[in-house]
């Protein structure tokens, strides 16, 4: 089956610095989402990709679909401590299928 | 209040008792996913519903059932728990309409099998 290489596993910043964190993919999705898990609590979508090489920010975030459609990245600027949590990327690769998730990467910020 | 709602937000049992976790959405969607996540790990999916009248079984079904008792409402159940089934299950929906099919968490709910 389809899997996505999430990366890195976990990340520990200090305030104020960007971040980035990508996903692969050996196969082809044609909708990517990023979401964002707090201790505690469900998975939250962030921002959701739904063409090749599109580029979409919410906020101090920024997000892009890879022209290869086997990749999507999340920016993260001027982190602040409450972007702490799980960052999960996650792919479709039609309405019908199953979405298949990464594994994470845990933010951590330093004040 | 929330969209999506999921009863109890925790739960310790003992190994061999029957469980049984619900999800309920205010959200309208056909669509209703029931997914595992252990510590430090991804979602792992367990059962979908893509209506009242369809059940699919996810990743890793074993050891779980499911039931879809109308648009609203998706329950989990564990037929005699065992120790490995201490997680976090989360239960998802999505509308599945063309090009998206994005899915909207529950809260959560924390097992314990002792």
């Known amino acids: 089956g389809q899997q996505l290489n999430q990366s890195p596993q976990s990340m520990f910043i200090q305030e104020g610095e960007d971040v980035s964190m990508n996903c692969t993919s050996s196969?082809?999705?044609?909708?990517w989402l990023w979401y964002k898990q707090e201790p505690g609590e469900g998975p939250v979508l962030l921002i959701a990709?739904?063409?090749?090489?599109e580029l979409t920010s919410n906020g101090r975030l920024t997000a892009q679909f890879g022209i290869t459609r086997k990749d999507s990245f999340l920016n993260i600027s001027a982190s602040i401590p409450s972007d702490v949590g799980i960052y999960f990327c996650?792919?479709?690769?039609?309405?019908?299928?199953?979405?298949?998730f990464g594994g994470g990467t845990r933010l951590m910020v330093k004040p | 209040d929330a969209d999506v709602t999921q009863t109890p937000r925790n739960r310790i049992t003992k190994t061999g008792k029957r469980i049984m976790l619900e999800c309920s959405q205010t959200?309208?969607?056909?669509?209703m996913y029931w997914y595992r996540q252990d510590p430090g790990l991804g979602l792992q999916l367990i059962y979908y519903?893509?209506?009242?009248?369809?059940?699919n079984k996810g990743e890793i079904s074993d050891g779980y059932s499911v039931s879809r008792q109308a648009q609203a409402k998706f329950s989990l159940s564990l037929e005699s728990a065992i120790p490995n089934q201490t997680a976090l299950y989360f239960c998802?929906?999505?509308?599945?309409?063309?090009?998206?099919?994005?899915?909207?968490f529950g809260p959560g709910t924390r097992l314990t099998v002792l």
């Open positions: 990709l739904y063409k090749a090489g």
């Open positions: 196969s082809i999705f044609n909708t």
């Open positions: 519903s893509f209506d009242v009248k369809d059940i």
């Open positions: 959200k309208g969607h056909d669509r």
């Open positions: 996650a792919g479709l690769i039609r309405a019908g299928n199953m979405l298949t």
């Open positions: 998802a929906t999505s509308d599945g309409t063309a090009n998206t099919d994005t899915q909207y």
